[in-house]
């Protein structure tokens, strides 16, 4: 009965290769999000849907690309991986704006680039 | 631009001891601010907003806006209270989450 889960909990790959991270949320949240922990723990904001329309963009490569196809639903494509994107990708959902209730987190995605 | 600053990477105290986990925010508006909690390689989980004043796990943070400071206390620490800390802030409608680095708990028995 997970409010946000993710998948897969752990993935390991090698540089080049092209890989997508799944989330689902059953709180019935407008706005859904993915952040990256990096090996520091510093988390930053990548992207943000509302109701499947993109409304955030950081400054992250392009060769991330996320997907909403309904608003319960938030997937994170990534091109070609790099060393550096290995980190935890964490992905959230709030129920109106972010300031409002907060975030509930998934439990994150473990990503190693070999 | 929006900020959040935790000056502690690492706060070490004995079980028992009061805690305050300090966390400082730069906003020109009106602040909504969080702390969440990340027990050793689990999700981030909401532990308090200003909003709601209320007390979890008996960890209080008040909203300073003289000092721009809204500092996370609890007066006897627990060692299952050893975790890492993040305070967030996002601005009045806004429309996500600005986290500071954190701060690891330890609780030394």
């Known amino acids: 009965d997970t409010a946000v889960s993710q998948t897969p909990k752990y993935l390991v790959t090698q540089m080049g290769n092209d890989k997508s991270i799944k989330c689902e949320q059953n709180?019935?949240?407008?706005?859904m999000y993915w952040y990256k922990q990096d090996s520091k723990k510093f988390l930053k904001i990548m992207f943000s849907?509302?109701?499947?329309?993109?409304?955030i963009n950081e400054t992250v490569p392009n060769r991330f690309s996320p997907k909403s196809p309904d608003k319960a639903h938030l997937n994170l494509h990534i091109n070609s991986l790099e060393l550096g994107d290995s980190a935890v990708y964490f992905c959230a959902s709030s129920h109106g704006t972010a300031g409002d209730y907060g975030y509930t987190f998934g439990s994150g995605t473990r990503l190693t680039v070999v | 631009a929006q900020r959040v600053t935790q000056p502690e990477k690492l706060l070490s105290v004995f079980k028992g001891a009061p805690v305050e986990l300090k966390c400082n925010y730069s906003y020109s508006g009106s602040p909504e601010l969080f702390w969440y909690v990340q027990y050793s390689r689990q999700r981030l989980q909401l532990l308090l907003r200003h909003i709601s004043r209320e007390s979890i796990k008996g960890f209080t943070a008040d909203l300073n806006k003289g000092e721009t400071s809204f500092h996370l206390k609890k007066p006897f620490a627990q060692e299952e209270d050893s975790a890492m800390y993040y305070c967030a802030l996002s601005g009045t409608g806004g429309n996500k989450l600005v986290f500071g680095a954190g701060t690891i708990l330890r609780v030394k028995s």
């Open positions: 709180l019935g949240h407008d706005t």
């Open positions: 849907y509302n109701n499947k329309e993109l409304i």
